[in-house]
C-alpha cells in the first residue's frame, strides 16, 4: 500500500470479518446510555484523533526510504490494522445494541437489565451491591456485571427475599437479593 492509500476509505477483506467476530461480545445486545456514549467516544476519538495521527506517522516513516527495514513504517501499519478493526467492530456493534433507559423501568419489583441490586452472600453474610450492565459495559470494579454473567442470570426476575444459587470456580453460592433500584 503506498503512503498516501492510508487517507483512501476503509477497504475490508474476509480476514477482517473473520477477527472481527473474534472479537464480539457474547449474549444480550442492551446497553446503558451512558455506555452507548462511551463507545461512540472511543469511535469518535479513533476516527478524529487517533488513525489521523498513525497515518500521518506512518507517512512520515515512509518517506524516509526502505520500508522493509522501516520498525516506524511496519510498527504504524499494523497500528492501522488495529485501529481499522476496532473501528469496524464498534460501529458494527453500535449497529446492533439498543439502549436501555434503567429509570423508564415500569415493573421495579423484579430484577431486569438496569437493575442495580443489593445482595447478601449467605455463607458469611457479607453485603454487595451490583449494577446489572450488557458485556460492553462490565467492570466488576466499579460493581457492573454483565447480565449474562452467572449471578446476572440467576438474578433476572427475581424479588427481595428470594435466594439465588450461583456456580463458581470455588463451589456454589447463595445469595439473598435484599433490594432492587431502577436509576
Given at each position: 500500500?503506498?503512503?498516501?492509500?492510508?487517507?483512501?476509505?476503509?477497504n475490508?477483506?474476509?480476514?477482517d470479518?473473520?477477527?472481527?467476530?473474534?472479537?464480539?461480545?457474547?449474549?444480550?445486545?442492551?446497553?446503558?446510555?451512558?455506555?452507548?456514549?462511551?463507545?461512540?467516544?472511543?469511535?469518535?476519538?479513533?476516527?478524529?484523533?487517533?488513525r489521523?495521527k498513525?497515518?500521518?506517522?506512518v507517512?512520515?516513516?515512509?518517506?524516509?526510504?526502505?520500508?522493509?527495514?522501516?520498525?516506524?513504517?511496519?510498527?504504524?501499519?499494523?497500528?492501522?490494522?488495529?485501529?481499522?478493526?476496532?473501528?469496524?467492530?464498534?460501529?458494527?456493534?453500535?449497529?446492533?445494541?439498543?439502549?436501555?433507559?434503567?429509570?423508564?423501568?415500569?415493573?421495579?419489583?423484579?430484577?431486569?437489565?438496569?437493575?442495580?441490586?443489593?445482595?447478601?452472600?449467605?455463607?458469611?453474610?457479607?453485603?454487595?451491591?451490583?449494577?446489572?450492565?450488557?458485556?460492553d459495559?462490565?467492570?466488576?470494579?466499579?460493581?457492573?456485571?454483565?447480565?449474562?454473567?452467572?449471578?446476572?442470570?440467576?438474578?433476572?426476575?427475581?424479588?427481595?427475599?428470594?435466594?439465588v444459587?450461583?456456580?463458581?470456580?470455588?463451589?456454589?453460592?447463595?445469595?439473598?437479593?435484599?433490594?432492587?433500584?431502577?436509576?
Amino acid at each position: 500500500m503506498a503512503p498516501d492509500d492510508d487517507d483512501q476509505p476503509l477497504n475490508f477483506d474476509a480476514d477482517d470479518e473473520a477477527e472481527d467476530e473474534q472479537q464480539k461480545p457474547r449474549g444480550t445486545l442492551y446497553i446503558t446510555r451512558a455506555g452507548a456514549e462511551k463507545l461512540r467516544g472511543e469511535l469518535k476519538h479513533l476516527l478524529t484523533v487517533e488513525r489521523p495521527k498513525v497515518t500521518a506517522e506512518v507517512s512520515f516513516a515512509a518517506s524516509l526510504g526502505d520500508r522493509s527495514e522501516n520498525a516506524e513504517y511496519i510498527y504504524g501499519k499494523k497500528r492501522l490494522r488495529e485501529i481499522d478493526r476496532r473501528l469496524r467492530f464498534l460501529q458494527k456493534r453500535l449497529e446492533q445494541l439498543t439502549v436501555v433507559e434503567p429509570s423508564t423501568q415500569k415493573d421495579t419489583s423484579k430484577v431486569y437489565f438496569g437493575a442495580t441490586v443489593s445482595l447478601v452472600n449467605q455463607e458469611d453474610e457479607s453485603k454487595t451491591t451490583y449494577t446489572l450492565v450488557g458485556p460492553d459495559e462490565t467492570d466488576v470494579k466499579l460493581g457492573r456485571i454483565s447480565v449474562d454473567s452467572p449471578v446476572g442470570l440467576a438474578l433476572l426476575g427475581k424479588r427481595p427475599g428470594d435466594v439465588v444459587t450461583v456456580k463458581r470456580p470455588k463451589g456454589e453460592v447463595d445469595f439473598e437479593l435484599v433490594g432492587i433500584k431502577y436509576v
